[in-house]
């Protein structure tokens, strides 16, 4: 029969067993929520990345667009007179920005924008002021 002291050290030895179990299987859990995290950090990345050469892809794709039409409508226009005056600007127009759109893509377009609020910081306030009143004004309708 066992002693009091016997039971004592074998609760305590089961205690100990269960307290090491019970550490693996919580070290155990946390890699394996680590690894789903970093997986899904990487999904998310890879799915960021995608949307974003979209993005650059279908920038790029209205800027030639533009470009093209703007060659048509300085090729079909009459090329003297007001019209034809009007026409050749806004053609060449639509050529360079389609041109600008192609070869800047949205991150120049993002960095221009930067570089020109940093140039003029008082009025982009005031622009942004007004379009905030604007948006305001229509969101209420």
Do not use: W
């Not at 305590?12 to 946390?30: Q, V």
């Not at 999904?43 to 039409?69: D, H, L, R």
């Not at 940093?118 to 309708?141: D, E, H, T, W, Y």
């Amino acid at each position: 029969m066992a002693t009091a002291s016997q039971k004592e050290r074998s609760m305590s030895e089961g205690i100990e067993d269960l307290t090491d179990a019970s550490k693996r299987m919580g070290n155990k859990i946390g890699e394996q929520a680590k690894d789903a995290g970093h997986n899904m950090s990487e999904q998310a990345k890879s799915f960021a990345s995608n949307i974003a050469e979209k993005a650059e892809n279908a920038t790029e794709a209205v800027g030639t667009c533009m470009e093209s039409f703007g060659e048509t409508v300085r090729d079909r226009l009459p090329k003297e007179g007001m019209i034809g005056s009007a026409g050749q600007a806004i053609g060449e127009k639509l050529e360079s920005g389609g041109r600008y759109l192609e070869e800047k893509g949205l991150a120049g377009i993002g960095d221009d924008v930067t570089n020109l609020i940093r140039s003029n910081p008082v009025p982009a306030l005031l622009v942004g002021i007004g379009l905030g009143f604007i948006l305001a004004k229509v969101m209420r309708r």
